[in-house]
């Protein structure tokens, strides 16, 4: 037995080395982040003190989604800029999405609806939605302001008026919102907070505010843009054939030298991303794929990544904890005193780091302990990811099949 605890307590230092310095790294960069990335709410402030009054022009792409239009809708026609339209982009519906939007809007007039018949070859459906509803629309023409939403989003009723007054504050071209996402679910609570801050890990909110030397990030949930700015870097045309097209988008940006910023909503745009554990794995098999610029390499070393350092190493310092009490049995003090301080320290870093970045990102923090579970679930569905590039298997999205292959 005592040998037992003696390996115990050695494996768990050991990890508990590897937590302090993964985790003691993430937590001081999650720290600085909160403390530097602006929020929703400082938008929302500065269109109180100067109410911005240039138009805005809203364009919502939408491929059946009957389910959640109504609530984008009546989150729009609850905004309080003086100056918007909204433009529903309707991508071959087949279920009610027309029908449900139709009465939401009721006798709005700032509402228009363009139904779209068809997707060209070498276009991807969502982005050629959002072209359309741009170039065919009335409400986009003279706006001095473009903002592309997801027709699963739902924003504060000072969302607009916010995001115009915090791009006209700092001079931006483009500025995304990180949505508030919703946690009903058990792949919400569990899966998506993990899978949620694996990308953030590849796309750092510090880098994607940056003058220089940023590495472009956009959340294409809610994308606004300077109108002029939006048509020099060519619209979504330039990136039609792209899965991912936020990423591609703010790439366009920073290559034009245009400035970009990205802010943490903090409840302004709360967004449901998927409505089941399949449609989950397949959505984040995308945004993981395009992020990874197909290279299945990439895809399996970041599920590495997130199982190591957040599912093993905890667990091998939970052992660690069992095997100093272990030692303080058989009375061994000494190693049963430093077993447990240092595993007991390795893991307060990894579920403080954890926790803050949950608190962050709006994530229950009851759902903290569950990280290790969801780390490994994200992980697999990277490893899926992989697998489909290398065995050719096509991407789903939105009604359509997409073939993909690795770099």
């Given at each position: 037995?005592?040998?037992?605890?003696?390996?115990?307590?050695?494996?768990?230092?050991?990890?508990?080395?590897?937590?302090?310095?993964?985790?003691?790294?993430?937590?001081?960069?999650?720290?600085?982040?909160?403390?530097?990335?602006?929020?929703?709410?400082?938008?929302?402030?500065?269109?109180?003190?100067?109410?911005?009054?240039?138009?805005?022009?809203?364009?919502?792409?939408?491929?059946?989604?009957?389910?959640?239009?109504?609530?984008?809708?009546?989150?729009?026609?609850?905004?309080?800029?003086?100056?918007?339209?909204?433009?529903?982009?309707?991508?071959?519906?087949?279920?009610?999405?027309?029908?449900?939007?139709?009465?939401?809007?009721?006798?709005?007039?700032?509402?228009?609806?363009?139904?779209?018949?068809?997707?060209?070859?070498?276009?991807?459906?969502?982005?050629?939605?959002?072209?359309?509803?741009?170039?065919?629309?009335?409400?986009?023409?003279?706006?001095?302001?473009?903002?592309?939403?997801?027709?699963?989003?739902?924003?504060?009723?000072?969302?607009?008026?916010?995001?115009?007054?915090?791009?006209?504050?700092?001079?931006?071209?483009?500025?995304?919102?990180?949505?508030?996402?919703?946690?009903?679910?058990?792949?919400?609570?569990?899966?998506?907070?993990?899978?949620?801050?694996?990308?953030?890990?590849?796309?750092?909110?510090?880098?994607?505010?940056?003058?220089?030397?940023?590495?472009?990030?956009?959340?294409?949930?809610?994308?606004?843009?300077?109108?002029?700015?939006?048509?020099?870097?060519?619209?979504?045309?330039?990136?039609?054939?792209?899965?991912?097209?936020?990423?591609?988008?703010?790439?366009?940006?920073?290559?034009?030298?245009?400035?970009?910023?990205?802010?943490?909503?903090?409840g302004v745009v709360r967004c449901?991303?998927?409505?089941?554990?399949?449609?989950?794995?397949?959505?984040?098999?995308?945004?993981?794929?395009?992020?990874?610029?197909?290279?299945?390499?990439?895809?399996?070393?970041?599920?590495?990544?997130?199982?190591?350092?957040?599912?093993?190493?905890?667990?091998?310092?939970?052992?660690?904890?069992?095997?100093?009490?272990?030692?303080?049995?058989?009375?061994?003090?000494?190693?049963?005193?430093?077993?447990?301080?240092?595993?007991?320290?390795?893991?307060?870093?990894?579920?403080?780091?954890?926790?803050?970045?949950?608190?962050?990102?709006?994530?229950?923090?009851?759902?903290?302990?569950?990280?290790?579970?969801?780390?490994?679930?994200?992980?697999?569905?990277?490893?899926?990811?992989?697998?489909?590039?290398?065995?050719?298997?096509?991407?789903?999205?939105?009604?359509?099949?997409?073939?993909?292959k690795s770099q």
């Amino acid at each position: 037995m005592v040998w037992i605890g003696v390996i115990a307590s050695y494996l768990g230092i050991g990890c508990s080395v590897g937590l302090l310095v993964y985790w003691g790294v993430g937590l001081s960069r999650i720290i600085v982040t909160s403390r530097r990335v602006p929020t929703a709410r400082a938008g929302d402030a500065l269109a109180r003190a100067n109410p911005p009054t240039e138009p805005v022009c809203v364009v919502v792409p939408a491929h059946n989604e009957a389910h959640a239009i109504g609530d984008v809708v009546r989150s729009l026609r609850s905004q309080d800029h003086r100056a918007m339209r909204v433009v529903l982009a309707l991508d071959r519906c087949t279920d009610a999405t027309l029908a449900v939007a139709t009465e939401a809007i009721g006798n709005d007039s700032r509402f228009e609806i363009l139904q779209i018949e068809s997707c060209p070859e070498g276009w991807a459906g969502k982005v050629h939605a959002v072209w359309t509803g741009v170039t065919r629309s009335e409400g986009a023409r003279g706006a001095a302001y473009l903002l592309f939403i997801d027709a699963d989003t739902e924003l504060a009723p000072t969302c607009v008026s916010g995001a115009h007054a915090a791009m006209r504050d700092r001079s931006l071209d483009m500025l995304s919102y990180l949505s508030t996402l919703s946690h009903d679910t058990w792949y919400e609570t569990l899966v998506q907070p993990a899978a949620s801050l694996e990308l953030l890990r590849q796309f750092p909110l510090m880098q994607a505010s940056r003058d220089e030397g940023r590495r472009p990030f956009a959340n294409g949930q809610f994308m606004m843009f300077r109108a002029s700015s939006y048509f020099a870097i060519e619209t979504h045309e330039a990136v039609k054939d792209e899965l991912l097209e936020d990423l591609a988008l703010a790439r366009r940006i920073e290559q034009a030298r245009m400035r970009a910023g990205v802010y943490v909503a903090s409840g302004v745009v709360r967004c449901r991303m998927y409505e089941s554990w399949a449609a989950f794995r397949r959505g984040w098999k995308r945004i993981y794929t395009e992020a990874a610029r197909r290279r299945p390499a990439k895809l399996r070393r970041a599920a590495g990544r997130m199982v190591i350092p957040g599912a093993i190493l905890p667990a091998c310092a939970g052992i660690g904890v069992l095997g100093s009490i272990v030692m303080f049995v058989h009375r061994d003090l000494v190693l049963g005193s430093i077993a447990l301080a240092m595993c007991t320290l390795g893991l307060l870093i990894f579920f403080g780091a954890v926790g803050l970045a949950y608190r962050l990102g709006g994530a229950p923090l009851w759902s903290v302990p569950g990280y290790p579970i969801g780390a490994i679930l994200a992980s697999r569905i990277l490893k899926e990811a992989a697998s489909d590039l290398i065995e050719s298997r096509p991407t789903e999205w939105g009604g359509m099949k997409y073939a993909r292959k690795s770099q």
